[in-house]
């Protein structure tokens, strides 16, 4: 059985109306095109003359707020991507799902961060489209809002002989932030800069994945580590042990490292009460 990213060739573009008076986070140069080759995702050939079939794939971004002057929590309403193609020979409808995540400032898209929204719908086959979907979630001041389109196995789910399959869309055009893919099927666990796949033969692929929504929203307390609504010791000893375990929460200064700054900026935080 061979495993490999795939990516599509098709040449039509597609649009789609989102105005509205809400914070817009997009780090999408050109934000409704859906353009030729701008689709990547982990597919499995049953044999050498069978079709591609996806498999699991995730497609994520991550927007800081602090760099869309967002200094106060974020509260998501729609979200908005791109699909290149998604064709569905053997299934009436395919599954897709919006995640929304906390991860720290600065942060790139991370394998289990705290999920704070999440919508699943079904959709019939599409081709060169941005869409928009409700869903609800929120975000505290001073994070990141990761947001993930999340794919499940069409291989597993249509037997993959026939060709089902799902590839974001996106554009050529530029982008402020990388776009990021995860699969396990094509062993990438971790959400990767699509450019140092593949020794960057996807480097123009770049996802139209947006997030609107309202400023508010969030606990508002990140040195509540320990989620118990009060500040307490347990959250120095929860910001030490996630200190020594690189994990990105205790990234409070949102620098990419692990320094005695972040312990003096959770001070500060812990000190200004919530």
């Not at 692929?205 to 307490?232: H, K, N, P, Q, Y």
Request: aromatic share 10%.
């Amino acid at each position: 059985m061979q495993k490999k990213i795939a990516l599509t060739t098709l040449a039509v573009a597609g649009l789609a109306t989102a105005a509205s008076a809400q914070i817009r986070l997009s780090h999408s140069v050109e934000e409704f095109l859906v353009t030729a080759g701008s689709g990547v995702a982990c597919a499995i050939q049953a044999t050498s003359t069978a079709p591609q079939t996806t498999v699991d794939n995730r497609w994520s971004r991550s927007f800081t707020l602090a760099d869309f002057g967002v200094t106060e929590g974020f509260t998501v309403s729609t979200v908005e991507f791109g699909v290149e193609s998604m064709r569905l020979p053997s299934l009436l409808e395919g599954e897709i799902t919006v995640n929304l995540y906390q991860v720290p400032a600065g942060s790139a898209p991370l394998a289990g961060a705290p999920l704070v929204g999440s919508v699943t719908f079904l959709s019939g086959p599409r081709a060169t489209e941005v869409i928009t979907i409700d869903v609800d979630g929120s975000v505290d001041a001073g994070t990141a809002l990761m947001v993930e389109i999340s794919l499940p196995d069409y291989f597993d789910a249509a037997g993959g002989q026939l060709g089902d399959v799902f590839f974001i869309g996106g554009n050529p055009f530029g982008q402020t932030a990388p776009s990021y893919l995860a699969s396990t099927g094509c062993g990438i666990i971790d959400p990767t800069d699509i450019a140092l796949i593949a020794g960057g033969a996807f480097a123009n692929s770049m996802w139209v994945i947006i997030a609107e929504g309202d400023v508010g929203g969030g606990t508002g307390c990140r040195a509540d580590l320990d989620g118990d609504g009060v500040l307490t010791i347990f959250d120095f000893l929860t910001f030490q042990n996630l200190f020594a375990s690189q994990d990105p929460r205790a990234d409070f200064d949102g620098d990419g490292q692990f320094t005695i700054f972040d312990f003096l900026t959770f001070q500060n935080e812990f000190a200004a009460g919530c």
